[in-house]
């Protein structure tokens, strides 16, 4: 297992609402980006919540939008290890 590091927080002046992460996956690793797995629905999801199609814009233009609706994104475990097998595993017994 390797040590994974969070992504610093998304956060401004404006910010009133503040999404709480965990650790990012192995794709947003990859990616340097929060939440960038393809089949991950949380842009889509934000997006249709602060009406703005969040999953067509480039990745800072969807920070941008998100800043200025108001919301931030953090991850607040600052470093973790995760195995992988065992969240597949977990998951596939819900």
């Known amino acids: ?15 009133r609402i503040l999404i ?5 996956g192995e794709a947003s690793l990859k990616a340097g980006q929060y939440y960038a797995h393809p089949q991950n629905g949380f842009w889509r999801l934000v997006g249709g919540v602060i009406d703005v ?3 067509a814009l480039p990745y800072e233009a969807r920070l941008a939008a998100l800043l200025g609706a108001g919301v931030g994104l953090w991850d607040v475990v ?3 290890k ?7 595993r977990d998951a596939a017994r819900r």
Request: proline content about 9%.
């Open 53 to 55: 199609d969040l999953p």
């Open 78 to 80: 600052a470093v973790g």
């Open 20 to 24: 709480l992460g965990s650790l990012p």
């Open 1 to 15: 297992m390797t040590a994974r590091r969070h992504f610093p927080a998304i956060t401004d002046a404006r910010t």
């Open 82 to 88: 995760r195995d992988r097998s065992r969240v597949y």
